[in-house]
């Protein structure tokens, strides 16, 4: 049986083959293989497409506002900051906000007993799992996942559930919890919802996951299904935004409201506490850089724009759950590289193991999303989305949309 340890050297091998950095020819041999196999997988999208457009296949409406924010390609986009954005001002306008997330690597029923639920003919019905029920938070990050977990710490008085079945989540944080606002996070391709406004995020670094489909490329599904999104996010932009990558969205989609922004970092703060330092406590700082996630470059390139030296540093597979005794390998290979002190990002930090340990400083970074242009728009879209303006309509109907 494969370790945690082999699948994540499979999958980075497996996105060295995606993204061309790996030039073997087997890597050559495996990406004509793959192209095959996207071409498959672009035909079983558009079936489903079809089917939904159609109404063969019905989505779920729920008597809510719901609001999907999600992107067209598989790694990161920086979606979380976002859903905190919405969430945050939703909650500001009198909403009662649920955000429903899948619940990403969260722990599951075990295999062993799924199976044998089948060979018995029993099944086990669980409600949705709260995160936080707007008052405290009542999972830890292994079982909520690292995402959820992330977002129930970050928004007090914000619901947070999680399951796969999101339909059912929403009806919970309905029936239950009086909630009149649904977030789905990573919510794009979950049509199983309808009646919903589509938000999408595009990174301005990768906007397009190399132009293939899954498993060649990192689309989830075609770039012109962008046309559903009636808000598009063009995420780590720089200060001078995404002019090209702007026009290029406005053909794909003549009328969503299109923002540009940045993931900002706004402090550090350590590890195991509630101390807070300013960003210019980095400058000159020999640091130890530790992260699991999808695009660790723009972490680590951030830490190096606020002036600390990078010494050593130690990538993970995206969502890695660390062990005590990683950490403690990795702070003592830290410190013979000369590190002063170890900087991780916010989502790692929830996955991190409590230890005693406390002679080497230990912090993660807090980014948010700032917004370079369209704040107004999306202020506009905000006061609609609480009825502020009663003639407003959701106009992107997921069967209008479709094509």
């Known amino acids: ?98 955000i429903l997330s899948r619940g990403y690597k969260s722990r599951s029923i075990p295999l062993w007993q799924k199976l044998w639920l089948q060979i018995t003919n029993r099944s086990i019905e669980l409600p949705p799992r709260v995160v936080s029920d707007g008052k405290q938070i009542l999972l830890d990050s292994h079982t909520a996942g690292d995402e959820p977990y992330m977002l129930a710490s970050n928004l007090p008085g914000v619901i947070v559930v999680v399951d796969k079945d999101r339909v059912k989540a929403g009806k919970y944080a309905i029936r239950k919890m009086g909630c009149d606002t649904l977030i789905l996070d990573d919510g794009f391709q979950y049509l199983k919802l309808g009646n919903r406004l589509d938000i999408a995020l595009v990174d301005r670094t990768n906007p397009f996951g190399g132009g293939y489909v899954l498993p060649r490329g990192l689309l989830r599904e075609p770039i012109k299904n962008i046309r559903r999104a009636g808000f598009i996010f063009i995420t780590k932009c720089d200060e001078s935004g995404a002019p090209e990558l702007k026009k ?97 990002t916010e989502k790692d930090a929830v996955r991190f193991p409590y230890f005693e340990r406390r002679d080497f400083p230990m912090y993660y970074m807090r980014v948010e999303i700032e917004m370079l242009s369209g704040e107004e728009a999306f202020m506009k879209w905000i006061s609609r989305i609480c009825f502020k303006q009663a003639q407003w309509k959701p106009n992107n109907s997921i069967h209008e949309k479709i094509e």
């Open 1 to 98: 049986m494969l370790s945690k340890f082999n699948i994540e050297i499979i999958e980075t091998f497996l996105l060295s083959i995606l993204d061309g950095s790996n030039s073997s020819r087997v890597a050559m041999i495996i990406r004509g293989l793959l192209r095959f196999l996207s071409w498959i997988f672009n035909l079983v999208v558009q079936i489903r497409l079809w089917l939904y457009k159609h109404r063969i296949l019905r989505g779920n409406t729920l008597g809510c506002q719901v609001i999907s924010v999600g992107n067209l390609t598989v790694g990161g986009t920086g979606k979380t900051p976002v859903v905190e954005v919405f969430a945050r001002n939703l909650q500001k306008q009198g909403r009662k906000v649920a």
């Open 248 to 344: 290029r969205l406005r053909e794909l989609n003549p009328t969503a409201e299109i923002s540009e922004c940045r993931h900002q970092a706004k402090f550090l703060q350590t590890l195991f506490g509630d101390e807070q330092f300013p960003l210019n406590y980095l400058s000159g700082l020999k640091i130890a850089a530790l992260s699991a996630i999808a695009v660790p470059e723009s972490f680590e390139s951030a830490l190096e724009s606020f002036g600390a030296e990078i010494v050593y540093r130690r990538r993970f597979a995206d969502h890695h759950r660390f062990t005590q005794q990683e950490i403690i390998n990795i702070l003592n290979d830290a410190e013979k590289a000369g590190a002063e002190a170890l900087l991780t």
